[in-house]
Protein backbone atom coordinates (compact mmCIF):
# COMPACT_ATOMS: atom_id res chain seq x y z
CA UNK A 1 0.00 0.00 0.00
CA UNK A 2 1.25 3.63 -0.91
CA UNK A 3 1.44 5.74 2.31
CA UNK A 4 -1.27 8.65 0.82
CA UNK A 5 -3.91 5.53 0.11
CA UNK A 6 -4.51 4.48 3.97
CA UNK A 7 -4.51 5.98 7.47
CA UNK A 8 -1.56 5.72 9.59
CA UNK A 9 -3.23 3.00 11.59
CA UNK A 10 -3.70 1.24 8.69
CA UNK A 11 -0.36 1.13 7.84
CA UNK A 12 1.65 0.19 11.01
CA UNK A 13 1.37 -3.26 10.25
CA UNK A 14 3.03 -2.92 7.27
CA UNK A 15 4.80 0.14 5.70
CA UNK A 16 8.41 0.23 5.47
CA UNK A 17 9.03 -3.49 5.76
CA UNK A 18 9.94 -6.28 2.97
CA UNK A 19 8.73 -10.18 3.74
CA UNK A 20 10.29 -10.94 0.81
CA UNK A 21 14.00 -9.90 2.33
CA UNK A 22 13.39 -12.00 5.39
CA UNK A 23 12.13 -15.38 4.10
CA UNK A 24 7.84 -14.13 3.92
CA UNK A 25 8.38 -13.86 7.43
CA UNK A 26 5.04 -11.38 8.20
CA UNK A 27 6.99 -9.51 10.94
CA UNK A 28 10.04 -7.97 10.85
CA UNK A 29 12.51 -10.13 12.17
CA UNK A 30 15.13 -8.43 14.64
CA UNK A 31 17.85 -7.69 13.22
CA UNK A 32 20.61 -8.21 16.27
CA UNK A 33 23.54 -7.58 14.05
CA UNK A 34 26.63 -5.22 14.55
CA UNK A 35 27.56 -5.17 11.08
CA UNK A 36 26.19 -6.36 7.37
CA UNK A 37 28.03 -7.88 4.66
CA UNK A 38 28.84 -6.65 1.70
CA UNK A 39 28.29 -8.21 -1.37
CA UNK A 40 31.25 -6.79 -2.91
CA UNK A 41 33.98 -4.06 -2.24
CA UNK A 42 32.65 -1.86 -5.18
CA UNK A 43 29.14 -1.90 -2.80
CA UNK A 44 30.82 -1.54 0.27
CA UNK A 45 32.61 1.70 -0.75
CA UNK A 46 29.01 3.16 -2.67
CA UNK A 47 27.61 2.79 0.68
CA UNK A 48 30.55 4.40 3.12
CA UNK A 49 30.28 7.48 0.53
CA UNK A 50 26.57 8.00 0.56
CA UNK A 51 26.76 7.72 4.77
CA UNK A 52 29.45 10.12 4.58
CA UNK A 53 27.68 12.52 1.95
CA UNK A 54 30.42 12.54 -0.55
CA UNK A 55 28.19 12.28 -3.19
CA UNK A 56 24.18 12.65 -4.08
CA UNK A 57 22.35 9.03 -4.35
CA UNK A 58 21.52 7.98 -7.47
CA UNK A 59 17.77 8.06 -8.36
CA UNK A 60 17.82 4.29 -8.14
CA UNK A 61 20.16 3.80 -5.32
CA UNK A 62 19.21 2.97 -2.00
CA UNK A 63 21.58 3.59 0.79
CA UNK A 64 23.05 0.09 1.99
CA UNK A 65 22.83 -1.45 5.04
CA UNK A 66 26.54 -1.07 6.71
CA UNK A 67 27.11 -1.04 10.71
CA UNK A 68 23.75 -0.95 13.37
CA UNK A 69 25.25 2.19 14.57
CA UNK A 70 24.40 4.10 11.01
CA UNK A 71 21.74 2.25 9.97
CA UNK A 72 19.75 -1.12 11.13
CA UNK A 73 16.67 -2.60 9.27
CA UNK A 74 14.68 -2.35 12.58
CA UNK A 75 15.50 1.38 13.18
CA UNK A 76 14.49 2.16 9.66
CA UNK A 77 11.44 1.03 9.46
CA UNK A 78 10.79 2.24 12.73
CA UNK A 79 11.33 5.80 11.52
CA UNK A 80 9.40 5.48 8.49
CA UNK A 81 6.37 4.04 10.33
CA UNK A 82 6.55 7.08 12.59
CA UNK A 83 7.03 9.98 9.76
CA UNK A 84 3.18 8.90 8.89
CA UNK A 85 1.71 10.36 11.89
CA UNK A 86 3.19 13.92 11.98
CA UNK A 87 3.51 13.47 8.22
CA UNK A 88 7.09 14.46 8.33
CA UNK A 89 10.13 13.76 5.55
CA UNK A 90 12.38 12.17 8.07
CA UNK A 91 12.85 10.53 11.95
CA UNK A 92 15.52 9.53 13.92
CA UNK A 93 15.07 7.14 16.63
CA UNK A 94 17.14 7.43 19.88
CA UNK A 95 17.64 5.19 22.76
CA UNK A 96 16.02 7.53 25.32
CA UNK A 97 13.91 10.77 24.93
CA UNK A 98 16.93 12.68 26.34
CA UNK A 99 18.72 11.33 23.59
CA UNK A 100 16.48 12.95 21.26
CA UNK A 101 16.52 16.22 22.63
CA UNK A 102 20.07 16.67 23.42
CA UNK A 103 21.33 15.28 20.07
CA UNK A 104 18.96 18.06 18.61
CA UNK A 105 19.84 21.38 20.73
CA UNK A 106 24.06 20.21 20.49
CA UNK A 107 23.21 20.21 16.87
CA UNK A 108 21.66 23.43 16.45
CA UNK A 109 23.14 25.40 18.92
CA UNK A 110 26.53 27.14 19.37
CA UNK A 111 28.41 28.80 21.92
CA UNK A 112 27.36 32.38 22.53
CA UNK A 113 23.20 31.58 21.03
CA UNK A 114 20.31 32.17 23.22
CA UNK A 115 17.99 29.45 23.36
CA UNK A 116 14.26 30.84 24.48
CA UNK A 117 12.08 27.86 26.03
CA UNK A 118 8.44 27.21 27.59
CA UNK A 119 8.25 26.64 31.19
CA UNK A 120 8.04 23.89 32.78
CA UNK A 121 9.67 21.93 30.30
CA UNK A 122 10.84 17.88 31.65
CA UNK A 123 12.66 18.14 34.61
CA UNK A 124 15.98 16.29 32.70
CA UNK A 125 15.72 18.77 29.67
CA UNK A 126 15.73 21.93 32.08
CA UNK A 127 18.80 20.67 34.22
CA UNK A 128 20.49 19.81 30.37
CA UNK A 129 19.64 23.83 29.30
CA UNK A 130 20.52 24.93 32.79
CA UNK A 131 23.52 23.08 33.93
CA UNK A 132 24.97 21.84 30.85
CA UNK A 133 24.51 24.11 27.55
CA UNK A 134 25.61 26.72 29.90
CA UNK A 135 28.87 25.21 30.06
CA UNK A 136 28.99 25.55 26.27
CA UNK A 137 28.29 29.23 26.61
CA UNK A 138 24.82 28.62 25.80
CA UNK A 139 22.34 31.35 27.24
CA UNK A 140 18.51 30.56 28.27
CA UNK A 141 15.10 32.33 28.59
CA UNK A 142 12.12 31.00 29.42
CA UNK A 143 8.63 32.05 29.30
CA UNK A 144 5.24 30.84 30.39
CA UNK A 145 2.09 29.60 29.27
CA UNK A 146 -0.05 32.96 29.87
CA UNK A 147 2.89 35.36 28.90
CA UNK A 148 1.70 37.20 25.76
CA UNK A 149 3.20 37.30 21.99
CA UNK A 150 4.69 40.75 23.31
CA UNK A 151 5.64 39.95 26.80
CA UNK A 152 8.21 37.09 24.80
CA UNK A 153 9.44 39.13 22.37
CA UNK A 154 10.05 41.79 25.40
CA UNK A 155 12.03 39.01 26.96
CA UNK A 156 14.17 37.93 23.53
CA UNK A 157 15.04 41.98 23.94
CA UNK A 158 16.01 42.87 27.11
CA UNK A 159 18.06 39.32 27.14
CA UNK A 160 20.59 41.45 25.27
CA UNK A 161 21.01 38.73 22.77
CA UNK A 162 17.99 38.86 20.41
CA UNK A 163 20.28 38.37 17.02
CA UNK A 164 21.52 35.26 18.73
CA UNK A 165 18.28 33.90 19.44
CA UNK A 166 18.46 29.80 17.86
CA UNK A 167 15.92 27.77 18.66
CA UNK A 168 12.51 28.49 20.51
CA UNK A 169 12.06 25.22 22.12
CA UNK A 170 8.78 24.57 23.87
CA UNK A 171 6.58 21.60 25.33
CA UNK A 172 3.08 22.00 25.42
CA UNK A 173 0.60 20.75 26.91
CA UNK A 174 3.41 21.28 29.74
CA UNK A 175 4.17 18.74 32.49
CA UNK A 176 2.07 18.62 34.93
CA UNK A 177 -0.82 21.14 34.83
CA UNK A 178 -1.57 20.92 30.97
CA UNK A 179 -0.92 24.64 30.03
CA UNK A 180 -0.96 25.10 26.37
CA UNK A 181 1.79 27.34 24.03
CA UNK A 182 0.29 28.36 20.55
CA UNK A 183 2.78 27.17 18.48
CA UNK A 184 2.10 29.29 15.59
CA UNK A 185 3.02 31.88 17.85
CA UNK A 186 6.16 30.68 18.44
CA UNK A 187 6.43 30.47 14.40
CA UNK A 188 6.02 34.14 14.18
CA UNK A 189 8.33 35.19 16.89
CA UNK A 190 10.67 32.75 15.04
CA UNK A 191 10.61 34.47 12.06
CA UNK A 192 10.57 37.62 13.42
CA UNK A 193 14.56 36.93 14.78
CA UNK A 194 15.19 35.28 11.82
CA UNK A 195 17.86 36.65 9.32
CA UNK A 196 18.22 35.77 5.89
CA UNK A 197 21.55 32.90 6.27
CA UNK A 198 20.48 32.08 10.26
CA UNK A 199 16.96 30.47 10.78
CA UNK A 200 15.22 30.57 14.20
CA UNK A 201 14.33 26.89 14.42
CA UNK A 202 10.76 26.27 16.42
CA UNK A 203 11.23 22.40 18.58
CA UNK A 204 7.98 20.98 19.97
CA UNK A 205 8.14 18.43 22.16
CA UNK A 206 5.00 16.34 21.88
CA UNK A 207 5.47 13.67 24.57
CA UNK A 208 2.11 14.85 26.19
CA UNK A 209 -0.08 14.51 23.18
CA UNK A 210 1.64 11.64 21.62
CA UNK A 211 1.62 10.65 17.53
CA UNK A 212 -2.27 11.20 17.40
CA UNK A 213 -3.40 14.20 18.87
CA UNK A 214 -1.70 16.85 18.27
CA UNK A 215 1.10 17.68 15.19
CA UNK A 216 3.42 20.46 15.26
CA UNK A 217 4.54 20.50 11.90
CA UNK A 218 1.19 21.51 10.74
CA UNK A 219 1.97 24.68 12.84
CA UNK A 220 4.92 25.65 11.88
CA UNK A 221 7.56 23.64 14.18
CA UNK A 222 10.67 22.55 12.76
CA UNK A 223 11.31 19.53 14.82
CA UNK A 224 8.82 17.49 16.92
CA UNK A 225 10.41 15.72 19.73
CA UNK A 226 9.16 12.26 21.51
CA UNK A 227 9.86 10.47 24.18
CA UNK A 228 9.00 7.46 22.57
CA UNK A 229 9.30 6.00 26.21
CA UNK A 230 5.69 7.40 26.95
CA UNK A 231 2.63 6.49 24.21
CA UNK A 232 4.52 5.40 21.58
CA UNK A 233 5.98 2.49 23.59
CA UNK A 234 3.29 2.48 25.75
CA UNK A 235 3.48 -0.41 27.86
CA UNK A 236 6.61 1.41 30.61
CA UNK A 237 8.86 -1.79 29.65
CA UNK A 238 10.98 0.35 26.75
CA UNK A 239 12.95 3.65 26.93
CA UNK A 240 13.46 5.38 23.63
CA UNK A 241 12.81 8.92 21.80
CA UNK A 242 12.59 10.10 18.30
CA UNK A 243 13.15 13.42 16.72
CA UNK A 244 11.51 14.53 13.24
CA UNK A 245 11.63 17.20 10.92
CA UNK A 246 12.38 17.87 7.02
CA UNK A 247 14.94 15.69 5.18
CA UNK A 248 17.53 18.27 5.29
CA UNK A 249 17.29 18.69 9.24
CA UNK A 250 16.86 15.50 10.27
CA UNK A 251 20.06 14.62 8.04
CA UNK A 252 22.31 17.00 10.33
CA UNK A 253 20.78 15.34 13.68
CA UNK A 254 21.45 11.94 12.07
CA UNK A 255 25.10 12.50 11.44
CA UNK A 256 25.44 13.87 15.17
CA UNK A 257 23.65 10.90 16.14
CA UNK A 258 26.01 8.21 14.31
CA UNK A 259 28.99 9.57 16.37
CA UNK A 260 27.32 10.25 19.87
CA UNK A 261 26.66 6.68 19.00
CA UNK A 262 23.29 7.19 21.17
CA UNK A 263 20.88 5.57 18.57
CA UNK A 264 18.26 3.14 19.04
CA UNK A 265 19.15 -0.09 18.86
CA UNK A 266 17.21 -2.93 17.34
CA UNK A 267 15.45 -4.78 20.10
CA UNK A 268 14.32 -1.04 21.25
CA UNK A 269 12.79 -0.65 17.72
CA UNK A 270 11.77 -4.06 17.48
CA UNK A 271 9.69 -3.45 20.60
CA UNK A 272 8.36 0.11 19.52
CA UNK A 273 7.41 -1.64 16.12
CA UNK A 274 5.26 -3.98 18.09
CA UNK A 275 3.29 -1.32 20.19
CA UNK A 276 2.93 1.11 17.19
CA UNK A 277 0.41 -1.41 15.82
CA UNK A 278 -1.66 -0.87 18.83
CA UNK A 279 -1.23 3.02 19.23
CA UNK A 280 -4.33 4.48 17.90
CA UNK A 281 -6.65 2.10 19.97
CA UNK A 282 -4.49 2.77 23.14
CA UNK A 283 -4.20 6.57 23.00
CA UNK A 284 -8.07 6.46 22.06
CA UNK A 285 -8.77 3.88 24.55
CA UNK A 286 -6.99 6.50 27.40
CA UNK A 287 -8.42 9.95 26.32
CA UNK A 288 -11.82 8.21 26.81
CA UNK A 289 -11.18 7.09 30.12
CA UNK A 290 -9.58 10.49 31.01
CA UNK A 291 -12.39 12.16 30.03
CA UNK A 292 -14.54 10.26 32.17
CA UNK A 293 -11.83 10.48 35.17
CA UNK A 294 -11.57 14.51 34.53
CA UNK A 295 -15.31 14.88 35.17
CA UNK A 296 -15.60 13.02 37.79
CA UNK A 297 -13.28 14.65 39.88
CA UNK A 298 -14.41 17.88 38.68
CA UNK A 299 -17.73 17.35 40.80
CA UNK A 300 -15.80 15.74 43.90
CA UNK A 301 -15.96 18.09 46.56
CA UNK A 302 -12.46 16.29 48.19
CA UNK A 303 -11.17 18.40 44.55
CA UNK A 304 -10.43 22.04 44.47
CA UNK A 305 -9.46 22.05 40.78
CA UNK A 306 -8.92 20.19 37.73
CA UNK A 307 -6.20 20.79 35.21
CA UNK A 308 -7.18 19.34 31.70
CA UNK A 309 -7.73 21.20 28.44
CA UNK A 310 -11.65 20.54 27.89
CA UNK A 311 -12.89 21.61 30.76
CA UNK A 312 -11.73 24.73 30.87
CA UNK A 313 -13.69 27.81 30.38
CA UNK A 314 -14.75 28.45 26.86
CA UNK A 315 -13.96 32.16 26.30
CA UNK A 316 -10.30 31.08 28.21
CA UNK A 317 -8.03 31.91 25.91
CA UNK A 318 -5.92 28.31 26.68
CA UNK A 319 -8.87 26.63 25.41
CA UNK A 320 -8.78 28.34 21.79
CA UNK A 321 -5.15 27.15 21.95
CA UNK A 322 -6.35 23.52 22.66
CA UNK A 323 -9.09 23.59 20.07
CA UNK A 324 -6.93 25.15 17.32
CA UNK A 325 -3.51 22.52 18.36
CA UNK A 326 -5.22 19.58 19.88
CA UNK A 327 -7.66 16.86 18.16
CA UNK A 328 -8.18 15.40 22.13
CA UNK A 329 -7.98 16.40 25.55
CA UNK A 330 -5.03 14.07 25.81
CA UNK A 331 -4.49 11.32 28.96
CA UNK A 332 -2.91 12.93 31.50
CA UNK A 333 -4.50 15.04 33.99
CA UNK A 334 -3.81 16.66 37.71
CA UNK A 335 -5.86 18.31 40.38
CA UNK A 336 -5.56 19.95 43.29
CA UNK A 337 -7.24 18.36 46.64
CA UNK A 338 -8.45 20.35 49.41
CA UNK A 339 -5.63 20.45 51.80
CA UNK A 340 -2.11 20.02 51.21
CA UNK A 341 0.62 17.60 51.00
CA UNK A 342 -0.75 15.25 54.04
CA UNK A 343 -3.99 15.08 51.88
CA UNK A 344 -2.37 14.46 48.35
CA UNK A 345 -0.33 11.87 49.88
CA UNK A 346 -2.98 10.10 52.11
CA UNK A 347 -5.09 10.09 48.44
CA UNK A 348 -1.90 8.17 46.85
CA UNK A 349 -0.83 5.66 49.55
CA UNK A 350 -4.58 4.41 49.49
CA UNK A 351 -4.84 3.89 45.75
CA UNK A 352 -5.62 0.22 44.84
CA UNK A 353 -5.47 -0.18 41.31
CA UNK A 354 -3.73 2.62 40.06
CA UNK A 355 0.05 2.95 40.76
CA UNK A 356 2.21 5.24 42.14
CA UNK A 357 4.92 5.99 39.91
CA UNK A 358 6.55 8.67 37.38
CA UNK A 359 6.24 8.16 33.81
CA UNK A 360 2.91 7.97 31.37
CA UNK A 361 1.39 7.21 28.41
CA UNK A 362 1.53 3.51 29.36
CA UNK A 363 -1.15 0.98 29.40
CA UNK A 364 -1.25 1.39 33.53
CA UNK A 365 -2.70 4.25 35.33
CA UNK A 366 -0.27 6.15 36.99
CA UNK A 367 -0.10 9.04 40.23
CA UNK A 368 2.26 11.17 41.31
CA UNK A 369 2.89 14.30 43.53
CA UNK A 370 4.88 16.70 41.28
CA UNK A 371 6.06 18.83 44.12
CA UNK A 372 7.79 16.50 45.36
CA UNK A 373 8.85 14.09 43.07
CA UNK A 374 9.28 14.96 39.33
CA UNK A 375 9.42 18.79 39.79
CA UNK A 376 11.08 18.64 43.22
CA UNK A 377 14.07 20.58 41.33
CA UNK A 378 12.10 23.75 39.64
CA UNK A 379 12.27 26.70 42.46
CA UNK A 380 10.04 27.30 44.87
CA UNK A 381 9.08 30.63 43.04
CA UNK A 382 8.92 28.86 39.52
CA UNK A 383 6.66 26.00 41.38
CA UNK A 384 4.51 28.90 42.24
CA UNK A 385 3.97 30.68 38.86
CA UNK A 386 3.43 27.27 37.35
CA UNK A 387 0.37 26.45 40.36
CA UNK A 388 2.76 23.06 40.87
CA UNK A 389 1.42 23.26 44.78
CA UNK A 390 1.56 20.53 47.39
CA UNK A 391 -1.95 20.11 46.85
CA UNK A 392 -1.58 18.90 42.88
CA UNK A 393 -1.44 15.17 42.02
CA UNK A 394 -0.80 13.98 38.63
CA UNK A 395 -2.43 11.16 36.90
CA UNK A 396 -1.60 9.37 33.67
CA UNK A 397 -4.95 7.54 32.44
CA UNK A 398 -4.03 4.12 31.20
CA UNK A 399 -6.34 1.55 29.47
CA UNK A 400 -8.56 -0.10 32.43
CA UNK A 401 -11.58 -0.29 32.69
CA UNK A 402 -13.06 3.35 33.36
CA UNK A 403 -15.29 2.35 36.24
CA UNK A 404 -12.78 0.35 38.00
CA UNK A 405 -10.52 3.50 37.94
CA UNK A 406 -13.13 5.94 39.23
CA UNK A 407 -13.76 3.53 41.96
CA UNK A 408 -10.08 3.73 42.75
CA UNK A 409 -10.45 7.08 43.26
CA UNK A 410 -13.61 7.61 45.21
CA UNK A 411 -12.03 4.88 47.99
CA UNK A 412 -8.86 7.00 47.83
CA UNK A 413 -10.70 10.52 48.40
CA UNK A 414 -12.72 8.91 50.72
CA UNK A 415 -9.65 7.73 52.88
CA UNK A 416 -8.59 11.47 53.03
C1 LIG B 1 7.76 15.53 28.30
C2 LIG B 1 8.98 14.65 28.38
N1 LIG B 1 9.99 14.85 27.52
C3 LIG B 1 11.11 14.10 27.57
C4 LIG B 1 11.26 13.10 28.52
C5 LIG B 1 12.54 12.30 28.55
O1 LIG B 1 12.32 11.07 27.96
P1 LIG B 1 13.16 9.71 28.34
O2 LIG B 1 12.84 9.41 29.77
O3 LIG B 1 12.62 8.72 27.37
O4 LIG B 1 14.60 10.02 28.13
C6 LIG B 1 10.23 12.85 29.42
C7 LIG B 1 10.37 11.78 30.44
O5 LIG B 1 9.60 11.68 31.36
C8 LIG B 1 9.06 13.65 29.36
O6 LIG B 1 8.04 13.47 30.22
Given amino acids: MVKEECKPESLMMSYGYKPELSEGAIKSPIFQTSTFVFKTAEAGKAFFELAYGLREKGSREEPGLIYSRINNPDVEILENR ?98 LIDIEMCRAIADQFSVSGKQVYVAVDNTYMGPLWQHPLKFGADFVLYSATKYIGGHSDVIAGACLGSAGLIKRVKNLRTFLGNMAGPWSSWLLLRSLETLKVRMECQAANAVRVAEFLAGHPKVEKVYYPSLLPKIHPQYRIYRKQCLSPGAMLSFDIRGGEAEAFKFLNSLRLMKLAVSLGGTESLAEHPATMTHIDVSDCERKIMSISEKLIRISVGVENVGDLISDIDQALSAV
Fill in 82 to 179: LTLWDKAEECAVFESGMAAITTLLLEFLRPGDLLLHSAPVYGGTDHFIEKILVKFGIQSVPFYAHDSKAAVIDKIERSGKAGRLAMIYIETPGNPTNA
